[in-house]
């Protein structure tokens, strides 16, 4: 009997094994990851300039990795360690907008949390990489939403017009969103290869265009999205850099607004503004940098810069204030690029999660709020006032 348990154990053993493997198959098929594209998609693909050797590539040279960590040393580390404030350690404030009573002749934006925006212009309604989901990753409790800032959800967009897609990450393309979205959304405008998510999602492709960098698709008369680069990567599970990444420019007649997508500091920048510019507000990738993926995320300093580049009237922060992704205080970029905003020509908007600002030359001001953590209603109003 006893030269017979070893037998029975290793077969257990390999028995768990197999079926661990198999449960881990069978969660790739899963459909939130998406899908790689095919056919004429890909056909398209490789006529792209920006396409070489079987990946979209950036402008310039942007290796992802800029210590000599490994990858998945480094993700493990992100996952696994704990640094500094990484979140807030309590709620946020937030304030909850009727985005279905807005006046839709009036130009304005709404901030929904991370690089999520809710967007009026040019009588069009435009919702920008919505999140609307408290866990924005495939493994669960992996990149969990700030508390407080899950406020919004599919049923509280009204119709929108366009939906603008910068890249298919998970923090930017939420596949419980936009399967929610789906009744509500009249066109989709996203980059190259991303269109595969949105076929394998049960979407209608004679509503979804992709585009390459520089791309105009006009979609109302009075506005038009410019497709911009960005300096970046792309891809849900293994397979990368299959979909182009990009920025989205949104003019009209009478203002200009630009959205970096996820993005590294770069000449793109210029070039945008100088093209584009001078644009009303710009909303700019200035959180989750890392000194191991310097490339592919702004520092508040380098968004700071890139504004310059824009020539903008008014900056605001994205890519912050809902996830973290990286080591840095949940704060540091709102201190940091306020420290700097001292020293520019540029207004600075600090928008709460939900609270419209406005593209029409009105006076605006923001408390600084990130400074106030759970403060009641009464003493947030009063530290503001003293402020102003």
């Given at each position: ?33 998406g ?12 006529r792209?300039?920006n396409?070489?050797?079987g ?49 839709r ?51 509280d967009m ?10 298919d990450?998970?923090?930017h ?31 209608d ?20 999205v ?8 792309s ?22 607004f ?9 000449p ?27 490339n ?19 900056l ?73």
């Amino acid at each position: 009997m006893k030269r017979v348990w070893p037998s029975r154990l290793l077969k257990a053993f390999v028995g768990t094994a197999i079926l661990g493997v198999l449960g881990v198959v069978a969660y790739f098929q899963h459909p939130l990851f998406g899908e790689l594209p095919s056919g004429e998609q890909l056909a398209r693909i490789t006529r792209s300039p920006n396409y070489t050797d079987g990946v979209f590539r950036n402008q310039i040279d942007t290796p992802m990795r800029t210590t000599d960590q490994s990858e998945w040393s480094m993700w493990m580390q992100t996952l696994l360690e704990k640094k500094g404030q990484p979140r807030p350690p309590h709620g946020i404030p937030v304030v909850k907008t009727d985005l279905k009573a807005l006046d839709r002749a009036q130009d304005l934006v709404v901030w929904l949390g991370h690089s999520s925006y809710f967007l009026q212009l040019g009588g069009q309604r435009v919702l920008i990489d919505p999140v609307f989901c408290a866990n924005a990753a495939p493994i669960p409790a992996a990149n969990k939403a700030f508390e407080g800032t899950n406020l919004y959800t599919a049923d509280d967009m009204p119709e929108v017009d366009v939906l603008l897609i910068s890249h298919d990450h998970y923090d930017h393309l939420d596949y419980p969103t936009i399967q929610a979205l789906q009744p509500k959304v009249g066109r989709v405008i996203a980059g190259l290869g991303v269109g595969a998510h949105f076929e394998a999602w049960g979407y209608d492709m004679r509503t979804v265009r992709e585009a390459d960098w520089g791309e105009v698709v006009a979609v109302a008369p009075q506005l038009e999205v410019h497709v911009t680069p960005a300096r970046h990567f792309s891809g849900r599970t293994f397979t990368r850099d299959q979909s182009l990444w990009v920025g989205f420019a949104l003019v009209s007649p009478e203002r200009r607004f630009f959205f970096s997508g996820d993005s590294g500091y770069g000449p793109h920048f210029a070039e945008i503004g100088q093209r584009l510019g001078p644009f009303d507000a710009v909303a700019l990738d200035m959180g989750q940098y890392d000194p191991r993926w310097a490339n592919v995320h702004m520092t508040p300093e380098q968004a700071a810069q890139a504004a310059e580049d824009l020539r903008t009237k008014a900056l605001t922060p994205a890519h912050v204030g809902r996830f973290s992704i990286s080591f840095h205080d949940w704060d540091d970029p709102f201190k940091r690029i306020t420290a700097l905003h001292r020293k520019r020509n540029y207004a600075l908007w600090t928008p709460e999660i939900g609270q419209p600002f406005h593209l029409d030359g009105r006076s605006q001001s923001f408390a600084t709020w990130w400074e106030y953590g759970t403060m009641n209603t009464r003493s947030r109003l009063a530290a503001e006032a003293k402020e102003h």
